[in-house]
Structure formats: C-alpha cells, structure tokens
C-alpha cells in the first residue's frame, strides 16, 4: 500500500483503491476461470493490511490459502516479472473460518425470530398466501410471549397455530390449514439439508466479524461454503441476513477514512433469482444505506445482467474480466457491461471484454472526488498469499488458536416456544384429567341397597282409589300374559264375567 490508497492492477499505470471510497461497493465480474477468485483474494488481503476485516464465502474451498503465505511457483514468477514488481513480498492474513455445519470452522447460528418471517419466507420458497400465513405465525408467538430461537420452536409454533386455527381467526386473520401444511413441509424439507443447524444459541456477535490481530491488521472471515453451496436458497438468505443485520445494528459513521467492514458476496446471481418484490425493495435498501455504517458490499457474478439495474448502479468500484459472446444473451451482457464503465477514448470497452487474457481485467475505481475513474486495461496483482486451499492440519491450527474458540462450539437450549408449547399442553391434559375424574364423582351411580326376597307392591298415586276387585284380576293378567294366545284367553275371560253380570 502507498499513500495513494490499494495498490490492485497495473496497467499503462498503477491503480489503486482509495479506502475512504471503497464503501461505495464494488463489483467483480467475468466468466468461469477468467480470474474472479484471485481478484477477491487480492482485495480482501489488501484491505485487511489496512485494518479492515472482511467477510468473505469461500464457495469453491480454494481461498483459504489467503491464511499462509504465498510461494513462488512459476506462473507467480512470470506475472511478477512481467509486472516488473521487484519488490513484491509473500505474507498470509489473519483468518477466522466459520461453519455452518459446524465441520470446517467455528458454528455460525443465529435465532428464527432474528431471520424473521420475510426471509424466512424466502429461505422456505413460500407463495403470497403461505408467507402471510407464517407472519401470523410469527405474530402470534410474539404476542404470547413464546421465544422462537430454533429450528423446533417454529415447528412446534406452526402446529399450534393450525391447532387453534378457529380462536386466533377474530384476532388476526383466516390461519389456512393448507399454508400451515406447505410451511411444515418446507421445513420439514430444510431439515432434511442440514439448514435447521444455522438456528439456535449462542447466536453470532457481530462484533466477532470486526476484529482485528495484534499487529493491526483486519481479520479475514471465511465463510466455509462449499457444503452449503449445495442448499443455495440457504446460502443466499443467511449472507442477506447478515447483511440486513449489520445494517440494523451498526451506527452511522458518514464517510469513514477506510471501511469498518468489506464485505464479500459471491455467486451474487442467487440473491437475486425468483426473489419477490419485498424483497428485492429489502436489498435495494440495505445496497444503498448501508455503505453509511461504514460496510461495504462486493458482489461476484459471471453475468453484470445477474443484478438488478437499481443495486448495479450502486456498485461503483468495478473489476470486469473477460466474458465469452457465443449467443444473443451473452453479446447483450457483453455490451451491458461495457455501457457500465465511464469510457475510456484509448479503449474499445466492448471489444477488449472478449480479449483479455486471464487474471487481466477492465478496472475502474473511485477517484478522490467520488467520480468513477476512466476504465483502464491491466493485469491484477499475484495475491501475496496462497493461492489454493489449505490442509486439514492447518486449519484445525488456525481454529484452535481463534479468540473465539469454544464460544460457539457450546450450545445451550433455553425454555422457548417449543418447551413452553408441551408445558401448556401437558397442563391441558391434567386439567382435563381432573375435570373427568369430578364428573365421574359427580355424576356416579350409587350402590343398590338389597333387595328384599318378596316383591313389594308399588306405591299408589296420592289421591286415587283402590282398584275394585274386578281391575285387580284384569291387570294381574295382564302382566302375567304376553302372548297373542294370552291376550285371546284373557279377552275370553272377561267376556264371560261381563257378560254372566249382564245375564
């Protein structure tokens, strides 16, 4: 570094980054193998010789080589020598690596109500309907007192809201059975992939991200992502989460001498694809207000046209290597990323794209004035660190000897939503266990007293008379006789009385 600021590529002339312009965000672009990689690992050791930390995903599992220093293998040699830097130096970064799986580096998690229902939504690939839905969700735990902090709490939060879908309907809204079924499904689904591992305590500190080692350089954070490139929904939501985060938390600082953060988000397509007008507003917002924190955002894409107009004119420190015009879309994003550059009169933007040569790019930074600089032609540095990965040895080295060693590495569980949930329900059950058991009290059929041997004879109704003789007979018989034949004798009996009275 001089005092002009980061020195990056060399070309006609030397080009360097200036800090205090480098939250203004910035852009590497280019096809597959075209030298993206080195370019970030370049920038990011640069920034940390300065004292910026960075956060940085390591997709493809080769940059965390920026922890040791650099060796000068043939192709390093003919670059340095081709850039005449005789005065080039190998030397490593400090490094922190980070896992959400926890295998590769410290546990990274944070708690459900802090990803929230929005990009939740978007991590579970919801509809309009089925996003409304898991809001309420939300809302309703809110409201309740209920504290979703894992993966099972929310779980066990949906299912009570499908339960007692009819009491909360007055309050807040038809709670649709269907919805609740999808959201269990896609959770169910994210389980499955290992994405219930980024929810639960302790969740990350911030703060953990801004540090810097004993000789003032910033830490390099390292994002293992080659595993969690699998889930690439995953993958997307959690860096836009902390990215929404550090922009909730963090205090303005207007325009710093140099970034308190510089973050790096690569495969930047998938932030973008199929993601909903809310959320595409929540990107545009944290883009264009967080540089204000003192953060600033790189994206990595092959494609410019991967980022939405409205966030590519935010980025205005632009690396662009070469892409390939083999058909209409890639001659249209050829000439989009020629149209973003503030052109040059030396050079053809839109030819020279097609030519340059690997590890060369069109470079364009921010001048002292925030002007975008004159698109140059150069070859970017060698990184002065590895280039590559590291062996397992090394980076079981580097996490053990990390300030935040064992910190995340213990889990605890609070009473949340989901011990809370089976508290009530457990309460329920005994409750109505005591209700059946007072009704069964209630309500029970005493003992019969005993029976004497003779029957007795029922009691008569207060005020009417003894039967005559004759109704006696009558009604002996008839409750002595219940076949037709005696009913026949019976009528003939009769007869025979009350006709003899009558004789």
């Not at 993966?151 to 919805?179: C, I, N, P, W």
């Not at 064992?406 to 508290?423: Q, V």
Request: overall charge neutral; cysteine-free.
């Amino acid at each position: 570094m001089t005092t002009d600021g980061l020195f990056i590529a060399r070309g006609e002339k030397d080009l360097y980054m200036l800090p205090k312009m480098a939250n203004r965000h910035g852009m590497i672009a280019g096809a597959t193998g075209t030298g993206k990689t080195v370019s970030l690992q370049v920038l990011a050791e640069n920034f940390s010789r300065i004292g910026v930390p960075v956060f940085l995903a390591d997709v493809k599992g080769d940059l965390a080589g920026v922890s040791r220093p650099g060796e000068p293998t043939p192709k390093i040699q003919e670059r340095l020598n081709l850039l005449k830097l005789a005065d080039f130096a190998f030397s490593g970064s400090p490094v922190t690596f980070w896992d959400i799986f926890g295998e590769q580096g410290h546990p990274v998690r944070t708690t459900v109500s802090d990803m929230g229902p929005l990009l939740f939504s978007r991590l579970l690939n919801l509809n309009e309907v089925q996003s409304g839905v898991l809001s309420l969700v939300f809302r309703v735990a809110d409201d309740n007192g209920f504290l979703l902090l894992d993966f099972k709490d929310l779980r066990a939060m949906a299912q009570y809201a499908g339960e007692h879908a009819d009491e909360f309907e007055t309050e807040y809204g038809r709670v649709s059975t269907a919805s609740i079924g999808a959201i269990q499904r896609g959770l169910l689904a994210l389980e499955e992939q290992g994405g219930d591992r980024l929810f639960g305590e302790p969740s990350l500190n911030l703060d953990d991200l801004m540090q810097t080692d004993g000789r003032g350089r910033g830490v390099i954070n390292i994002l293992v992502a080659d595993k969690l490139m699998l889930t690439p929904m995953l993958y997307a939501t959690f860096l836009l989460w902390l990215l929404a985060e550090l922009f909730e938390k963090l205090p303005e600082v207007g325009d710093p001498d140099k970034p308190k953060l510089v973050f790096f988000f690569d495969e930047a397509h998938l932030l973008f694809t199929d993601a909903p007008p809310a959320l595409l507003q929540k990107i545009e917002q944290v883009v264009r207000l967080i540089r204000s924190k003192g953060v600033g955002i790189y994206f990595i894409s092959q494609n410019p046209l991967d980022i939405p107009d409205i966030t590519l004119t935010q980025l205005s420190n632009r690396i662009q290597h070469a892409l390939r015009a083999f058909t209409p879309r890639d001659q249209k994003a050829v000439r989009a990323a020629a149209e973003t550059f503030r052109q040059n009169p030396k050079i053809n933007v839109e030819t020279a794209i097609m030519e340059l040569s690997v590890g060369e790019g069109l470079v364009s930074f921010l001048d002292e004035k925030g002007q975008p600089g004159f698109v140059e032609r150069a070859f970017i540095l060698p990184p002065t660190s590895r280039i590559g990965p590291i062996s397992g040895e090394e980076r079981q080295q580097i996490i053990r000897q990390s300030p935040v060693y064992g910190h995340y590495e213990r889990t605890f569980d609070r009473d949340s939503a989901y011990e809370m949930l089976n508290e009530r329900a457990d309460q329920a059950a005994r409750r109505q266990e005591q209700e059946q058991a007072s009704r069964q009290r209630t309500f029970e059929i005493p003992v019969p007293r005993p029976q004497a041997s003779y029957p007795q004879a029922p009691r008569r109704p207060v005020g009417r008379s003894r039967d005559t003789l004759l109704e006696a007979m009558a009604k002996s018989a008839a409750r002595s006789v219940g076949s037709q034949f005696g009913r026949q004798i019976l009528r003939g009996v009769l007869g025979s009385i009350l006709g003899g009275g009558r004789r």
